[in-house]
């Protein structure tokens, strides 16, 4: 346990920096949005305790608002607005507007009505009455509204970090996609003491005694500005380009951080989930994402992979894995599979997962399609001479390259095929191989070294600089340590990669990662 | 000073108030006294415009209240709610200046007419800087009582100010009210239902059932000369209280001894009630009252026996009912 503290108080000494410029961002979105609502929200309470009649309809709407999932909201909120700051905004406001107009309602109507008919009948008008008198006296239901409003916002404010728009939650959603307690730590901790912490606040503004809440109500709009303009203060810089970078490439030795360590690279750089980074960048809202080399949407967005001249991205060339007792007990196997060996590169392979991914193709027939092509498909034998069972993990380059195996088999050998696919990650995938549940799936060598066999740091930094010696050393060890056999690679390597869009790549002349550096340097 | 014309008001289809009519001259205390339901309270609300009408029109000065605008025209009519109505949120000094502040008057004059108010009231300085619910419900009248009176205007209405008091309090408040020489020039309608008080209170009573005028008039009037049976029987409990009350040593004038004036020995005026001259005694240590007329220079003595021989002897003359 302390051993574990002393590791995070570590890890928040060492990344001070990013936690205060997060931290005051999370700030920042949680006022900006919390100030929008309020301006929205208590006229809109006013509106309907006049209007009795439309209370139900707007109480409706805002609150069904409020039982969108964040996340889903969020991801409405891109076509509107882009990714950043300004769609978080509208988020967040969404989800405070409920609990401010209903409490606002609430106030204004719960106010004595032999007070309101007093302040009528000495003269006062309408306004006088709601500034002298409805408003002071529901202002403690109001404040619990906003108060209300505000915790929201501080949880909610941890997903505007799926949208580049900065907070905790880079912290703790890079934390949990690395596996890094103390940085899940390090900012759910802080965004748990920023609820707390306002909460109380609130809570003791709502206590004061009417006279001093008059004091406190001129004071509030001051201190809620200030604090919003914390979201300013972190993002007045800028930059040429603006990257996005998924909450996982962030931490990684072999993602954000080795561009900076080995490449130098210092780019004004977002945080955004892997879900919305690709649009964003094809609508010009992100520059270089880091992506994955073959996946289909860099097809789908015109988007290009820039060369990894220093590598650092450990290569992830695939290639199918096989238990050695099956390469026995089914001989024709092996070459068979070495049929595709080499067949399918980066643009080959982006291209099979856009049809799939894109133009919504089944695996089978991009699979069938791409040997017809390619002069290797022969129709079923309808072989009965045993069967060999092929896995996959669950996402749509794995599909194709199973069925790709499956047609194969059943044309070139008299073996039957059992497949199953969708096995979770590599994890399950790998467990099933080892459990003699499964004969063979497509692997990554990356995916081998780091993951399966969790190389030591010397062994990686030995091996990762060349995709043969990666090669080597995960199938030897795989032969030595669990008896399964490398076959020879397929010919694409589906890494981490940096993109960018082709035109604009083209236009700055950015062909490597080194190239951007030195864009980026240029004045 | 008040003239009401075939007023009306429907709510949906219940005749709240129907048709009435009736003046109220400047200076008097005129009392609307009914059953619950029976239409006081929107009658009174009519006349600061907070309901309007559905019919008849409201004169205040001879000027039609409705075209006036109606924060002006409140702003000189003092109204007193059943439950005070005070502002939670402000003190009793911030409540009473309430209509001075609209009215933009300066500071000084605000805190002076404040400070004069609380004494007329019997209300200590220190309650100034004090919160209403820091307050008993007899001081929280009083209170609601001032920022009616503040800025002194000519017309109060006042909608069952004592109802939420418990007995005692109630006749002390309302003994203050009567010495209050500020309301003596005062036009103030009255809404109560309860009857000693209307007697006690009213130069004259406006007795309402069900959106109409049954019987207006003074309380000699009303008790001495029902218009029908449901005015008997509304007066019928504590008849000789409301007698006591109902009578004037004037209306007895003829019935009590004569008598010299002494010099500086007048304890009461003719237009004072039976009710109160016997409840002088019980506050004096004289045996003998020492009356003038009110308006005659005429003088009259009498001990406690004398008072009650005259009043039983005007009863007798009274027509049978
Ligand atoms: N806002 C309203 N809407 C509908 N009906 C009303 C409204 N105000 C009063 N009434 C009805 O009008 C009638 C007269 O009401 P009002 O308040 O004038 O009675 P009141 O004589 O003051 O009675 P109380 O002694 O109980 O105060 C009642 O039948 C009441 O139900
Ligand atoms: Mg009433």
Redesign the interface.
């Known amino acids: 346990m302390n051993e574990q503290q002393q590791t995070l108080w570590q890890f928040m000494a060492q990344q001070s920096d990013k936690l205060l410029t997060q931290t005051l961002q999370h700030i920042g979105l949680t006022f900006i949005s919390l100030i929008i609502a309020v301006l929205i929200g208590l006229p809109l309470g006013i509106f309907i305790a006049r209007k009795r009649k439309l209370s139900g309809p707007v109480l409706g709407v805002a609150g069904v608002l409020q039982t969108i999932p964040s996340i889903a909201l969020l991801g409405f909120m891109i076509p509107l607005l882009g990714i950043g700051a300004k769609p978080a905004i509208v988020a967040l406001l969404l989800y405070a507007l409920l609990p401010i107009i209903r409490n606002t309602y609430t106030g204004l109507t719960g106010v004595?009505a032999?007070?309101k008919?007093?302040?009528?009948?000495?003269?006062?008008?309408k306004w006088?009455i709601l500034f002298k008198?409805e408003l002071?006296?529901a202002m403690p239901v109001i404040l619990a509204g906003i108060r209300t409003a505000t915790v929201i916002n501080v949880g909610v404010a941890t997903l505007a970090s799926y949208i580049a728009a900065g907070g905790l939650g880079e912290f703790i959603f890079g934390g949990i996609s690395l596996n890094n307690t103390n940085m899940i730590l390090a900012g759910a901790i802080p965004a748990a003491l920023l609820a707390i912490l306002f909460d109380f606040l609130l809570s003791r503004l709502q206590d004061l005694n009417?006279?001093k809440?008059k004091t406190a109500a001129a004071i509030l709009p001051v201190l809620l500005l200030i604090l919003a303009c914390f979201y300013f203060i972190p993002s007045a810089y800028g930059g040429k380009l603006t990257a996005g970078f998924t909450p996982e490439f962030m931490g990684r030795q072999d993602g954000n951080l080795g561009l900076r360590s080995k490449y130098g690279l210092k780019i004004h750089t977002v945080v955004i989930s892997d879900a919305v980074m690709y649009k964003a960048c094809f609508e010009k809202e992100l520059d270089v994402i880091s992506g994955y080399s073959t996946d289909g949407r860099l097809k789908a967005y015109g988007l290009v992979v820039l060369d990894d001249d220093k590598k650092i991205f450990p290569p992830y060339y695939a290639a199918p894995i096989v238990r050695d007792d099956a390469l026995q007990k089914f001989p024709e196997l092996e070459k068979t599979l070495n049929l595709l060996s080499g067949k399918i590169n980066d643009s080959v392979m982006t291209d099979l997962n856009y049809r799939t991914d894109y133009l919504h193709q089944t695996p089978e027939r991009v699979a069938k399609d791409f040997l017809v092509a390619h002069n290797l498909y022969q129709p079923e034998r309808g072989g009965s001479n045993g069967t060999v069972r092929i896995g996959s993990k669950i996402f749509g380059e794995q599909y194709i390259l199973a069925s790709m195996y499956t047609i194969l088999i059943k044309g070139y050998t008299d073996y039957d095929v059992a497949t199953k696919t969708g096995l979770g990650g590599t994890k399950i995938c790998f467990d099933a191989m080892t459990n003699n549940q499964i004969d063979l799936y497509p692997e990554y060598t990356g995916t081998g070294l780091l993951a399966i066999l969790q190389a030591s740091q010397k062994d990686i930094d030995a091996v990762t600089g060349d995709k043969e010696k990666t090669y080597n050393y995960v199938k030897n060890e795989f032969e030595r340590r669990y008896h399964i056999k490398w076959l020879q690679p397929l010919g694409f390597n589906n890494a981490y990669a940096l993109m960018m869009r082709k035109k604009q790549a083209d236009q700055l002349g950015v062909k490597t990662i080194s190239n951007l550096k030195q864009y980026l340097e240029r004045k | 000073m008040i003239k009401i014309d075939h007023l009306s008001k429907s709510f949906g289809k219940i005749k709240a108030v129907d048709a009435i009519s009736f003046e109220v001259a400047e200076g008097e205390n005129l009392i609307l006294l009914g059953t619950s339901g029976c239409g006081k309270t929107t009658t009174l609300k009519m006349i600061?415009r907070?309901i309007d009408p559905t019919g008849g029109k409201v004169f205040i000065n001879g000027e039609n209240i409705m075209d006036q605008s109606?924060?002006?025209?409140?702003?000189?009519?003092g109204?007193v709610?059943?439950?005070?109505?005070?502002?939670?949120?402000y003190?009793v000094a911030e409540n009473i200046a309430?209509?001075p502040q609209?009215l933009n008057w300066d500071k000084k004059q605000i805190e002076r007419r404040v400070s004069e108010l609380l004494e007329k009231l019997h209300l200590d300085k220190k309650y100034l800087s004090v919160?209403p619910n820091e307050l008993s419900g007899g001081q929280q009248q009083r209170v609601g009582l001032a920022?009616a009176l503040v800025a002194d205007p000519p017309v109060l209405l006042m909608d069952e100010p004592f109802g939420a008091l418990d007995n005692v309090t109630r006749s002390k408040i309302q003994a203050e009210f009567k010495a209050l020489d500020e309301l003596k020039r005062k036009t103030i309608v009255m809404v109560t239902h309860d009857v000693q008080e209307a007697f006690e209170l009213g130069d004259r009573i406006c007795l309402m059932d069900k959106g109409k005028i049954v019987q207006i008039g003074t309380p000699a009037e009303l008790l001495f000369n029902p218009a029908n049976a449901f005015v008997k029987d509304f007066l019928k409990e504590q008849r000789l209280q409301l007698e006591f009350k109902a009578l004037r040593l004037n209306d007895i004038w003829k019935y009590l001894p004569s008598q010299t004036p002494k010099q500086g020995s007048i304890n009461l005026h003719g237009d004072v009630s039976f009710w109160s001259a016997i409840e002088s005694f019980k506050f004096t240590s004289t045996e003998h009252l020492h009356i003038k007329h009110h308006k005659k220079d005429e003088y009259r003595s009498a001990g406690f026996e004398e008072l009650m021989a005259a009043f039983y002897q005007y009863k007798k003359q009274q027509p049978h009912e």
């Open positions: 004595d032999s007070v008919e007093a302040a009528v009948a000495m003269g006062m008008s006088q008198v002071p006296l009417l006279k809440l | 600061n907070l109606p924060e002006l025209l409140r702003r000189g009519i109204y709610l059943q439950n005070n109505g005070l502002f939670p949120h003190t309430i209509v609209l919160y920022r």
